[in-house]
């Protein structure tokens, strides 16, 4: 896309981020705030996605009664997600409801009621989405997995929460998590589209300009201690199919080492990109890819995958397969890990790292086909690493060696550090 | 033949000689092609025998042709890191593949060959076999999945190609060879059966000569369609429960069979059903079981008319306790829609959301091709992009609620699955 990028800082501490793209007559206004389940406290896991749900509840100047429709009227999506180290809001629309999105960011920012019948409301409906995602037994897996693979580190709790924690949050736990956390300088407004920059930098200063900053929100330091020997998790549930899930601590986006292990997980898995928001949505190249041959096409597992995702901290490299139906998990396991040993032996091929990042490559070009992908990306690294990091992103990718790709193998993919997760069905099926 | 339309979408179609449609547009946005081939050959026409015939097809097609193995395939769509993939809906399979545009030649060949000359080697058809045995397991232990399989059943009884799994089931799927598959190629693929949809950036000319060099020489026979029976009236309402006291929350699945794709009446239920389940946050359902009552975290509607009469679904994921009074809030929306209609405020406010929503939802590659995929499907015209504000403008209060008054809540089929009992 042709496109020119801005960036300023109003004095509230705002970030303000502002792409022309003018292919079509549509803006995608995101609003992100540096704060994610890895922010919360013990008793308190859950609570960054329910004030996200909250903020979607009406404000002092949006009567709750005119929340539906606000943004359709402008022939627009709205939508907002939580994860670990990040909160963000998005609402693409028509360039005729610019004002009007920036106005609910605004609005979202300082206003929030948090009525407490709505919070009450609001419990039930979080306990819900909990326990839909738990009806999935590789969603199950994965929680546990990810559990058991830290200590310390706040990365181990689920962003939607522990049930125990959503039964017994109060609204003032929720109420003081937004006013401590939505402030302007822990904020970035990202906006991109058929706009004028100097127009929207303009609408952006009376929208936002009047809130006030606040104390500099807590910031996580804990670290991770160094894993001694392989964790294991067997969950044992009725169920009619078996899950493996392999997770080894790797690298975050500042690291030096996480491209060459983006290269990696493109050699066993295909390459995703490095867009959570729609590059997850499209299944990766990975037809010749290694973990692909030694499960998939020997008849062990009937899927394979693999999520090497940009984040502030280190967190997992999470494997994932699924048995067919038959095949004993102990057997997945022996091959992939026979696998992964190979590549730690013997390293990568000059043809695979050519083949990665083409791939590579051409997932960038993939995964900003929209108004509404550009925005996220923006958002997303400036919210969890810098912007530098997303510009230089296909030069990094470009300059990492053969070299690289295999020191990383073998500092990451250790089985005497990675935990192992089995989901077992109880009826004998695939067990 | 070719046909223009320079505003909207500003399409080209073209038809070659051996009667395959070529549709493209050029959409320079970004480098990148999205290809859509779709050949009417979806699971309809699977026999009572072999259901799933159509799903397995899709799954080996792209695995091995008269010229490249399936690990030859396998390294040309990585080594450029491209997407494809072969999907059968009810009516139509569909081969779609991503790409940068310096690519766009060398794939869509692929693309053809897939199409044209799949070899359905015996190894890969056993993989993929096993693949779809796995699959159908997996949703034996989805109740999302159960419901919405036995509501599909409930409303296209005997063996009606749209009551039945796409999938197939664990029998016919083992019972399933490669010669079945071979077959169903050889009946099912033909030029005239196929539209070969380019979207992207690549100008129109070299899109079209490059798919009249892959297809242009593709001589078969046009093949028979089949009719399909109109599902029978609901006369009366069917409850079922699918018990999987293993899970921890319910999904509910609520509907009805409505109208056929081109009824003229189409416009006023896709408003209907705006209003019903999908504006703002599952528009009614939404406020009423989400946002008034805090059971669920989805409640929505959705509508799909086709070649037969298609279904109005309402969709809801509660826990046990709460499943009655989630049905009964589903019931108490569809009844006052029923009789009391929508209001000129709300009309007025979907029409704006769905008409304003037209550029949006029309922004990327791979939306376009499917939109114009559906139009030549249902013979919506090139310019339909164009026609489909006035055609949403034009709907009346009094269409929306004489669609509305269609929907009985004593003919509903509603299924639950999950761990809940009677």
């Known amino acids: 896309m042709d496109s020119c990028m801005t960036s300023v800082v109003l004095d509230n501490g705002l970030t303000v981020l502002v792409e022309e793209v003018h292919t079509a007559p549509l803006a995608s206004v995101w609003c992100w705030y540096k704060v994610g389940s890895k922010d919360e406290v013990t008793g308190l896991t859950g609570v960054s996605h329910w004030v996200e749900h909250m903020n979607f509840k009406g404000t002092t100047n949006i009567p709750r009664d005119q929340v539906k429709g606000i943004i359709e009227k402008f022939g627009g999506s709205w939508n907002g997600y939580t994860w670990i180290d990040q909160t ?28 407490p019948d709505d919070c009450e409301s609001e419990r039930t409906v979080i306990i819900s989405e909990l326990q839909g995602s738990e009806n999935d037994p590789d969603t199950l897996l994965e929680q546990e997995v990810i559990a058991a693979a830290y200590k310390v580190h706040p990365y181990r709790h689920p962003t939607i929460g522990w049930l125990t924690d959503l039964q017994t949050m109060t609204r003032d736990d ?80 500042g690291d030096r080492d996480f491209f060459p292990m983006l290269v990696l997980d493109a050699i066993l898995t295909g390459a995703k990109g490095i867009n959570l928001w729609s590059s997850f949505r499209t299944a990766p190249p990975q037809r010749s890819a290694r973990l692909y041959r030694a499960l ?37 396991e022996s091959a992939a890990t026979a696998a992964l040993g190979d590549v730690v032996r013997d390293g990568i091929t000059e043809r695979e790292l050519v083949k990665a990042k083409n791939q590579l490559r051409a997932r960038l070009v993939f995964e900003n086909d929209s108004v509404t992908n550009l925005g996220h990306q923006l958002g997303y690294f400036q919210t969890v690493a810098s912007l530098d990091v997303y510009r230089d992103a296909p030069n990094r990718i470009a300059a990492v060696t053969q070299e690289q790709v295999d020191a990383v193998a073998k500092k990451y993919l250790r089985t005497d550090r990675r935990t192992v997760g089995w989901y077992t069905p109880t009826d004998g099926a695939g067990a | ?64 042709t008269a010229r490249r193995t399936s690990d030859e395939i396998a390294e040309a769509l990585d080594d450029r890191g491209v997407s494809l993939s072969v999907s059968a809906n009810r009516h139509v399979m569909n081969v779609s593949c991503t790409c940068l545009s310096e690519d766009f030649e060398a794939m869509l060949e692929v693309v053809g060959e897939v199409i044209m000359q799949p070899a359905f080697p015996e190894r890969e058809v056993g993989t993929r076999k096993g693949e779809v045995l796995s699959a159908i397991r997996q949703d034996e232990d989805n109740p999302a ?69 892959v297809f242009g020489s593709w001589r078969k026979p046009s093949v028979g369609d089949i009719t399909l029976a109109h599902p029978p009236s609901q006369r009366s309402r069917t409850e079922l429960v699918i018990p999987m006291m293993n899970k921890v929350q319910a999904d509910i699945g609520y509907g009805f069979t409505t109208i056929v794709r081109s009824d003229p009446r189409y416009y006023a239920y896709t408003l209907m059903n705006n209003a019903l389940g999908q504006y703002g946050i599952g528009g009614r359902l939404g406020d009423s079981i989400r946002e008034r009552q805090g059971l669920a975290y989805y409640a929505m509607s959705s509508f799909d008319a086709n070649v037969v009469e298609g279904p109005l679904i309402a969709r809801v994921g509660v826990s046990p306790a709460n ?70 403008d034009a709907v009346t209060l009094d269409d929306v609620n004489a669609a509305a008054r269609g929907l009985d809540v004593n003919r509903a089929a509603v299924v639950v699955a999950g761990p809940y009992q009677r």
């Not at chain 1, 609402?91 to 009525?115: Q, V």
């Not at chain 1, 939505?182 to 929208?207: F, K, M, S």
């Not at chain 2, 399933?176 to 979207?199: C, G, K, N, Q, Y």
């Not at chain 2, 108490?332 to 007025?348: D, Q, S």
């Open chain 1, 296 to 332: 998939v096409e020997r008849r062990l597992a009937s899927a394979v995958g693999a999520g090497l995702l940009p984040t502030e901290h280190p967190f997992l490299y999470l494997i994932s397969a699924t048995a067919m139906d038959g095949i004993r998990l102990q057997d997945v």
């Open chain 1, 88 to 115: 963000t809001y998005m609402e693409t629309a028509s360039t005729a409801g610019l004002d009007r999105m920036l106005f609910i960011e605004a609005e979202r920012m300082a206003n929030c009621i948090y009525d």
């Open chain 2, 145 to 213: 999945a159960m419901a919405m399989l036995t509501l599909f059943a409930t409303l296209y009884p005997d063996n009606h190609p749209y009551g039945r799994p796409s999938k197939g089931t664990v029998d016919s799927i083992s019972r399933i060879e490669r010669r079945d598959l071979v077959a169903f190629h050889e009946a099912r693929f033909a030029p005239s059966a196929t539209t070969a949809v380019i979207v992207g950036d690549v100008a129109c000319e070299r899109a079209v000569a490059a798919a009249e060099r």
């Open chain 2, 1 to 64: 033949m070719t046909t223009t339309i320079h505003k909207g979408l500003a399409a080209t179609r073209h038809v070659l000689d051996n009667d395959t449609v070529i549709i493209s547009k050029d959409a320079p946005t970004v480098p990148a092609v999205t290809i859509h081939v779709g050949v009417r050959a979806g699971s309809i026409y699977d026999a009572n025998d072999l259901i799933g015939v159509s799903h397995l097809t899709s799954r080996v097609l792209d695995r091995g």
């Open chain 2, 323 to 392: 499943v009655d009074r989630a049905i009964a809030s589903i019931d108490e929306e569809i009844r006052r829609m029923a009789t009391e209609g929508m209001t000129a405020e709300e009309l007025a406010d979907c029409k704006q959301y769905l008409i304003g929503s037209i550029p949006r939802l029309l922004e990327t590659n791979g939306a376009i091709a499917t939109f114009l995929q559906t139009a030549e499907f249902f013979g919506l015209g090139l310019d339909h992009d164009l026609r489909l504000p006035s055609l949403l």
């Open chain 1, 174 to 253: 929720l109420y003081q998590y937004y006013r401590r956390n939505y402030v302007p300088n822990n904020a970035t407004v990202v906006v991109v589209g058929d706009v004028d920059t100097d127009d929207v930098l303009r609408r952006v200063e009376t929208q936002f300009g009047a809130i006030a900053a606040g104390p500099a929100p807590r910031r996580i330091t804990v670290v991770e201690p160094e894993q001694f020997g392989e964790r294991r998790i067997d969950v044992a549930r009725e169920g009619t199919t078996a899950y493996l899930k392999l997770a080894y601590h790797a690298p975050a986006i």
